[in-house]
């Protein structure tokens, strides 16, 4: 009997020692789990690094870095400024732009020429001819020239000086009788014409020995109605006819087209004495005083 109660009094004692190691093992794993929710451990303390400018940048709990604290402010990491600023770079810049407007327009230049195209007209007695050129082996020929972008009035000036040999004096008619007329050529190309309406003053004298100087008039009332088909045989370049010109009537305004009063004064207009010296081209008056309207 004594046997068997010493037995048992060792079995509970084994137990409540059982237990008792038990009750510190869960203190303990609550005080561990206690510290890790607070974060106040000393390996997290080691964890805080100092950046450059002095202030701790802590890592949040789902690991992202980047936000600091400091006087209560929430900060933004000079890193992600940095990336914020490599995208502010990637705005084009003028030169960018520059550069692609100059591809855009080498582009444009390669499936459309673009030409400024003296309309050169003189009046000679009660009919107004077109001049055009005649070539070494007898064509005849309305001289265009290439441009790259929209031409200024010397510029102008300049082109026709150049086209006709300096063969006469001319002036402009007004900025607002250019007109522009797009026509297909072959292959799929385009070719634009700025057409820019100019007066030439050729003396009668020389007028009825104009085939010397190697030009031709046409008459303008072809170019209004071309019943025959004459204006075939007459070239624009690059490889058209003048048949295309059967439109330019309508593209211009109407207060100045071929038929207006205006496009007669113009022609019929007194010239200066100073401008009136044959075969030599001067500079005239580029923006003339409007005239008389329809």
């Not at 100092?50 to 600091?68: A, H, M, W």
């Not at 190697?214 to 045989?233: C, K």
Request: with cysteine; aromatic share 6%; hydrophobic share 35%.
């Amino acid at each position: 009997m004594l046997r068997q109660r010493l037995a048992g009094q060792g079995s509970d004692a084994g137990q409540r020692r059982e237990e008792g190691g038990s009750r510190e093992l869960m203190i303990v794993s609550e005080q561990g789990l206690r510290q890790g929710e607070t974060g106040i451990g000393t390996g997290d303390q080691q964890n805080r690094r100092l950046r450059g400018d002095g202030v701790r940048r802590t890592e949040g709990r789902d690991g992202r870095q980047g936000i600091t604290e400091e006087e209560g402010k929430r900060q933004v990491d000079p890193e992600d400024t940095e990336e914020e600023e490599e995208k502010e770079g990637d705005e084009d810049s003028p030169r960018d732009i520059q550069v692609r407007a100059i591809v855009r327009l080498r582009e444009d230049q390669a499936v459309k020429d673009n030409l400024i195209f003296p309309f050169v007209c003189t009046l000679q007695g009660q009919e107004i001819y077109v001049l055009c050129v005649r070539t070494e082996d007898g064509r005849h020929v309305m001289p265009a020239s290439n441009i790259t972008e929209m031409p200024s009035p010397q510029f102008v000036i300049m082109k026709v000086r150049q086209l006709f040999s300096e063969q006469f004096i001319f002036r402009l008619f007004p900025e607002d009788s250019v007109t522009r007329i797009s026509v297909d050529l072959p292959g799929g190309f385009k070719a634009r014409y700025l057409i820019s309406s100019a007066d030439a003053h050729i003396p009668l004298e020389l007028w009825m020995n104009i085939g010397s100087v190697n030009l031709v008039g046409i008459p303008l009332r072809l170019f209004l109605s071309d019943l025959n088909g004459e204006l075939e045989g007459v070239s624009i370049e690059p490889g058209m006819t003048a048949t295309l010109l059967h439109r330019l009537n309508d593209d211009l305004l109407k207060r100045r087209n071929l038929l207006s009063t205006c496009f007669a004064k113009v022609l019929s207009c007194r010239w200066p004495e100073a401008l009136s010296a044959p075969g030599l081209i001067q500079s005239t008056t580029l923006h003339m005083a409007p005239y008389g309207e329809n």
